[in-house]
């Protein structure tokens, strides 16, 4: 493959840039080839950054308590085994299935003659505003009540069924994105060459969206390795199962430390993975002007077929958690639970998209600098401060609470309980996903316009605030918005976390938890105001990647 | 390169962009109070009326009604932070000398016996355990019983009869009952493992525990044993009396309601009453308040209300009936021990990941 220039015009680049869906493209490469050194007051926020996202796993390996014969001894205790093999196939389930999915239906949206596909883009997207516990409490009271005879939903595959429903739009935005931006003139020279057109889309455009690909099916496998709520309900056991309920249940820090040691070095193996199988960047675009749009594929007599399955993916994701909280709603609404509080509705709301807000917010401006250093300088240095803030995102919630719990009463007591102290919490957590989208715009926000503005005597920051960050805004705000999604729906750091007496709608959900399942009728009117509030963040983001 | 001249230009470009973010944040706020003001005020708050802070490991709906009942009967505010048992008694733990907080509830026995063992409780004056239940009070007196739970069976007669349920829970190991039965690790599961540890030993414990593991299905929940025995998908299952009172409550055809509550009414561990347990921590500097809510929590006319009307667990106060349908306390055979007894929880702990359970 050729070195090409970059040319296309950059502005539009980046505004269609709508989720990290591309490789930090030639810019990039050419100015490796320069090897500047980075400028301090690049990496010094970075790396505190950094340093701040890594306080979590330092906490784990530095916590008085923790030492190499309590992490074997855990190890040798029988239980653990089990638990991390039980990881690993969930964690595997979990990236095929959201891979299929998410390429699967992007492919079909953006490369066949499936009818109202923008509609289908807004519906594969809207799972996202699906809190997991929400899904999977959903479901199994739907099967309880529909279905009482069968456990087909859980163990294994309900587990990676019902996590692929609410998970796989991580991959469909990026692969459709990305799969909307490729240049078909590759494809189409190799079926002039001979090859049939499924050989071509395999060999020669799929390779291209690698990329994308594998930034999705990044954040799903951290996020099998953190989650809880719906394993446990699903009758599944991880190594985060067997963290929470140590803690919660057993009461043992210590043991959940060590093994949440464990976990993080999972997620550096899946980091590591998620190198060799990334590959290197390939560049987009090899032609001036904008591309053509793609060749499609007539679906011809199956049309109702593929219509039928997307219908029933978009049943499974989002149907059954609207149906069973509407009918909570209705039992509700029949005189069942108590009336809808009000006040305390409205102040749920407030506080969680305050907090979520004030999250996106700080994760976006902490994540610039980590962006640029990565995606401007790339190298050892660079690499390691990006890949270390992703570490956080396999932590389960629980260790991150006890984390924070422990160095503000050490260090930092006036932030306690406070919405501060939540607050970075969430950013520690969902900084990656602020980080790999902002990564794509920076990419493709022309590094050329950034050295004219040197050229022509701005200074570093200068360039900075009126050149790439203008051209990197959508993806920024994409990257915003996953955080502040993400951070809405949170539950299990809130929980511990919050400050006393103040709730988020998704601890008001818990609150109606007296019976140990989701009381839906209770339920109801915080179940539903966080779906729909997750569903503006979402909408948004299908509106992202339809501007194309 | 003059940096200085184009620092200004450099901010004004990036103005917009903080403007824009700032918004987004700002606007999610509510008019005019940041959460530092917010703090500001509860601290001041504070200062004019009395406040007691309570952690409580019960469900929040319980906890609420209880501080809702304290402060109409007393005026003293209480400020609720509801959690699980053993995460609360992890925090109050590093907080250590600072904790927040001022009480300590939890549903089971043993966080409370890790706590006072830990010296982190003010022992409870003898009139205040005096109007408690004698039977449930610990030895040494450092936290305070106001409820009990007890273990039982959930079963389904389409698929068992009563009369053919065990009558001890150590028979579970036998073959003939494979996969007949659900469990949970709950908390008042490991109580029983710790309980079982006093009376048979740890060797035929873990043994117990491996053949539980073998013979029965791990459901994660009480609410899921009860609703997969609601279901039909076991026999019974293993679990605590009240969380069948909370589905006939919440039901909206209680009447179609199949499975039922069996009380083992024996001296087995399967029919355990376990204490929920207050305790005032010793950090606290309000201690008389907070000596005067656990008061208040076993008085008749105080917390022993709450307790029957809002929640099935059983009354203390032996003048006071649960709103449930629930047997009289005192109708019941269950096996008489020290609830301080089972503040063994590390080596229940650990025989319960031994045997694979969690």
């Known amino acids: 493959m050729t070195e090409a220039p970059t040319t296309g015009p950059a502005s539009s680049d980046a505004t269609s840039s709508a989720l990290l869906g591309h490789p930090p493209g030639t810019g990039a490469r050419r100015w490796r080839a320069r090897r500047r050194s980075a400028p301090k007051l690049l990496v010094i926020p970075a790396a505190l950054v950094a340093l701040a996202a890594l306080a979590p796993a330092a906490y784990l390996l530095l916590r008085q308590g923790f030492n190499l014969e309590l992490l074997l001894r855990e190890l040798n205790t029988p239980s653990t085994w089990p638990l991390i093999g039980n990881t690993v196939a969930l964690l595997v389930g979990v990236c095929l299935l959201t891979g299929l999915l998410g390429v699967g239906l992007a492919v079909l949206i953006a490369r066949t003659s499936l009818p109202l596909a923008r509609l289908w883009t807004v519906l594969f997207t809207l799972p996202l505003g699906v809190p997991t516990f929400v899904g999977s409490y959903a479901w199994v009271a739907f099967s309880y009540q529909y279905f009482p005879g069968s456990r087909l939903i859980f163990g294994l595959g309900g587990a990676v069924v019902i996590m692929s429903l609410t998970l796989f739009p991580y991959v469909f935005l990026p692969t459709l994105t990305a799969l909307r931006r490729l240049d078909p003139a590759q494809e189409e020279a190799s079926r002039s060459l001979g090859q049939g057109p499924a050989a071509a889309f395999l060999r020669v455009t799929l390779p291209q969206l690698r990329y994308a690909i594998a930034t999705g099916l990044l954040i799903n496998a951290l996020h099998v390795l953190a989650e809880f709520g719906a394993v446990e309900m699903l009758n599944y056991q991880t190594l985060t199962t067997g963290i929470v309920q140590r803690v919660t249940i057993l009461g043992e820090p210590e043991s959940a430390r060590a093994l949440a040691v464990v976990l993080a070095l999972g997620a550096v193996a899946v980091l590591f993975i998620d190198r060799l199988v990334r590959g290197r960047p390939r560049p987009v675009r090899t032609g001036q002007g904008s591309p ?14 593929w219509l039928a399955l997307s219908a029933a993916i978009t049943a499974a994701a989002l149907a059954v958690p609207l149906w069973i ?6 039992s509700n609404l029949g005189g069942q639970g108590t009336a809808v509080d009000w006040p305390m509705l409205r102040s749920a709301t407030l506080n969680t998209v305050q907090w979520a807000g004030w999250a996106a917010l700080v994760a976006t401006l902490c994540a610039l600098p980590i962006t640029l250093l990565a995606v401007r300088f790339p190298g050892r240095l660079s690499s390691l401060i ?88 959508p993806a920024i705000g994409v990257g915003a918005l996953l955080v502040g999604l993400d951070a809405g729906k949170e539950l299990t750091t809130t929980l511990l976390l919050h400050p006393t007496g103040e709730h988020s709608l998704a601890t008001r959900l818990w609150t109606t938890t007296e019976g140990e399942v989701l009381d839906f009728a209770a339920a109801a009117p915080y179940g539903l105001t966080l779906l729909i509030i997750g569903a503006i963040p979402a909408l948004l983001l299908a509106r992202a990647t339809l501007k194309n | 390169m003059n940096r200085q001249r184009n620092l200004s230009p450099t901010l004004r470009s990036i103005a917009p962009i903080f403007a824009i973010l700032l918004a987004f944040a700002l606007a999610a706020c509510s008019p005019g109070d940041t959460d530092q003001t917010a703090a500001d005020q509860s601290v001041d708050k504070a200062a004019e009326t009395t406040e007691i802070t309570l952690y409580s490991g019960q469900h929040e709906s319980l906890a609420k009604a209880l501080a809702d009942g304290f402060e109409r009967d007393t005026g003293i505010q209480v400020r609720l932070r509801a959690g699980k048992d053993g995460a609360l008694a992890n925090q109050i733990i590093e907080e250590g000398q600072r904790s927040r907080a001022d009480v300590f509830i939890t549903e089971e026995p043993g966080p409370m016996g890790d706590l006072a063992r830990r010296g982190l409780l003010t022992p409870v004056p003898e009139d205040i355990l005096a109007k408690s239940a004698q039977r449930f009070v610990p030895a040494g007196g450092s936290w305070l019983p106001w409820a009990a739970r007890s273990r039982v069976f959930y079963f389904n007669p389409e698929l068992i009869d009563e009369a053919d349920l065990p009558e001890s829970i150590l028979d579970l190991t036998r073959p003939e009952w494979k996969g007949r039965f659900a469990y949970a690790p709950s908390g008042a599961f490991r109580s029983t493992t710790a309980y079982l540890i006093n009376t048979i030993g740890a060797d035929a414990t873990l043994d117990w525990l491996k053949g539980i593991r073998e013979n029965g299905i791990n459901e994660q929940k009480n609410g899921k044993v009860r609703d997969s025995v609601e279901a039909g998908q076991h026999e019974f299952g293993l679990s605590n009396h009240y969380y069948w009172y909370i589905m006939t409550r919440n039901s909206d055809h209680p009447e179609d309601i199949v499975s039922r509550v069996h009380f083992l009414n024996n001296e087995d561990a399967g029919a355990l009453m376990l204490a929920s347990g207050a305790g005032v921590l010793a950090s606290s500097s309000k201690q008389t308040e907070a000596m005067q809510f656990l008061d208040w929590l076993v008085a008749a006319e105080g917390g022993q209300k709450v307790v029957a009307e809002s929640s099935p667990q059983f009354p203390v106060n032996s003048n006071v009936d649960s709103v449930y349908d629930l047997p009289a306390i005192n109708t019941l055979t269950f096996p008489e021990f020290d609830q301080a007894e089972l503040d063994n929880v590390d080596e229940a702990s650990d025989l319960l990941k031994q045997a694979g359970i969690i």
């Open chain 1, 325 to 330: 909280t509407a009918s909570g709603l209705i």
């Open chain 1, 292 to 305: 053509r749009p793609p060749m499609r594929w007539r679906l011809g007599w199956t049309t109702p077929l």
């Open chain 1, 386 to 473: 990006e890949r270390s803030v992703w570490v956080a995102h396999a932590l389960p919630g629980v260790i991150m609470a006890l984390a924070l719990v422990y160095i503000s009463v050490q260090w930092l007591f006036p932030l306690y309980q406070t919405a501060a102290l939540l607050v970075i919490g969430y950013v520690v957590m969902y900084l990656p996903l602020a980080v790999g989208t902002q990564q794509v715009g920076v990419a493709q926000a022309s590094i050329q316009l950034d050295e004219m503005s040197r050229a022509l005597g701005k200074g570093p920051l200068s360039t900075f605030g009126r050149i790439t960050v203008p051209l990197s805004l």
